[in-house]
């Protein structure tokens, strides 16, 4: 089983930036594909963006496209999901997944989750 540790949440206000972390222990970034999902209260989680190992593609949905960066650090073992011009929408639990396929588009194959970091909005 894999085994992240995230970090990073916090409450801004509308317009303010959070850059969350997903250290990784048992496994390496670097040969895992990585995706950020988000789930606000009575919602359904939803993919936010992801990055393919093999050839670093970065995905974003259109809410988080010119707004979120994804990356890694592959000598921190760590992945980064950067929020800037944050919108009270986004306020949710942010959670970091893993899949061991080479396209992180494949959904069905994350099956390790972090704990989950609470993303709050508000002025």
């Known amino acids: 089983q894999l085994h992240f540790v995230e970090s990073g949440g916090g409450e801004v206000q509308p317009g303010g930036s959070l850059t969350l972390s997903c250290e990784a222990s048992g496994f390496n970034w670097g040969v895992y594909s990585i995706a950020w999902f988000r789930q606000a209260p009575g919602g359904a989680r939803e993919w936010v963006s992801c990055f393919s190992y093999r050839d670093r593609t970065k995905y974003y949905t259109d809410t988080a496209k010119g707004r979120f960066s994804i990356s890694r650090d592959l000598a921190k073992n760590t992945a980064y999901l950067e929020m800037n011009n944050l919108k009270p929408e986004d306020t949710s639990v942010y959670y970091c997944?893993?899949?061991?396929?080479?396209?992180?588009?494949?959904?069905?194959?994350?099956?390790?989750w972090g704990q989950g970091v609470q993303v709050t909005v508000s002025e």
């Open positions: 997944a893993a899949s061991g396929h080479y396209q992180c588009r494949r959904w069905d194959s994350y099956t390790d």
